[in-house]
């Protein structure tokens, strides 16, 4: 999947939570986006508090794909 068919799909998932809408109760402002990129960054950040590796590599991935998600709306 390229780039572009990734931002397409995330876009059609967020809009059918609602979460694009004006009364939304996750409205995916600028602010809001940033503010959940950081906070998913310290979850990335915690795989490797007190070790060089993550132990959980498929829940490691899973926090960088939660990322990189959260860039692609900013």
């Known amino acids: 999947m390229d780039l572009k068919a990734l931002e397409a799909h ?3 998932f967020v ?3 609602g979460w694009y809408a004006t009364n939304s109760p996750k409205p995916q402002t600028a602010r809001n986006l940033a503010t959940s990129l950081v906070l998913e960054a310290a979850e990335v950040l915690e795989h490797f508090q007190w070790r060089e590796e993550a132990r959980d590599q498929t829940a490691l991935a899973g926090e960088l794909a939660d990322v990189a998600l959260y860039l692609l709306q900013l």
């Open 10 to 12: 995330m876009h059609a």
């Open 15 to 17: 809009a059918s939570k």
